[in-house]
């Protein structure tokens, strides 16, 4: 079944931890993109990838890592530099040649 | 620099009224220019696109017009139903090796 597999669908990690949200996909797409969206809120741009190996910061990318070592795989680690994690993580995966970008079903994670 | 600005939410309608949501785009070039939208607890998902002037996407009753002369592209829906509540995002790509710029989201909630 083709798509875009985010794990898990809620986490909670303590204060000071850092923490890793996968981002999966089988749609065989290039780039991929981790995106932040706060309650109420639209989406703001924390890392892209558009080829393995290599990956930008994006506008919010202060306290966070991306790793792009596969094609299928792009996780996000949430360090402790990072001042209010608590938010919905959406991973997005976007073909070659092509404007229009996919989403997974997204990460809520709340740290306490 | 390139833009969205949409409507503010929440847009509170009755079932099987009419439906439009503002979208204005300020962009150099020729974008294409997308229609997202978000269920509660959710990713997002494409509704629908259009790629030049005078092009008309639509997807599940929704329609939107690529209008370039007035740079917009609102979203209408002819008779809403109460499944259609959700949070709908404007967006637009000028080049296919572009990120996507977003539009802050509007709420829609649909009244039995």
């Known amino acids: 079944d083709g798509g875009i597999t985010q794990s898990p669908k809620y986490l909670f990690r303590k204060e000071g931890q850092n923490v890793t949200l996968s981002c999966e996909q089988n749609l065989n797409h290039d780039a991929m993109y981790w995106y932040r969206q706060d309650p109420g809120q639209g989406l703001r741009l924390i890392y892209y990838?558009?080829?393995?190996?290599?990956?930008q910061k994006g506008d919010i990318a202060e306290g966070y890592s991306v790793s792009r070592e596969k094609k299928e795989s792009f996780p996000l680690t949430v360090t402790s530099a990072q001042k209010n994690p608590t938010a919905f993580y959406l991973c997005a995966t976007k073909r070659t040649g092509l404007y229009e970008q996919f989403f997974g079903p997204g990460t809520r994670l709340t740290v306490l | 620099g390139n833009s969205v600005t949409q409507m503010e939410g929440p847009v509170t309608l009755s079932e099987e009224a009419f439906l439009t949501i503002n979208c204005t785009y300020t962009?150099?070039?020729?974008?294409?220019l997308f229609w997202y939208v978000q269920y509660p607890g959710e990713g997002l998902q494409l509704l629908l696109k259009a790629t030049k002037a005078d092009d008309k996407g639509s997807n599940k009753g929704f329609e939107a017009t690529y209008r370039k002369e007035t740079t917009s592209f609102h979203l209408e829906k002819g008779s809403v139903q109460v499944s259609d509540s959700a949070v709908y995002f404007c967006?637009?790509?000028?080049?296919?090796?572009?990120?996507?710029?977003w539009g802050a989201g509007t709420k829609l909630i649909i009244k039995p």
């Open positions: 962009a150099t070039g020729y974008p294409s």
């Open positions: 990838s558009q080829i393995v190996n290599d990956f």
């Open positions: 967006a637009l790509s000028v080049d296919s090796n572009y990120q996507l710029i």
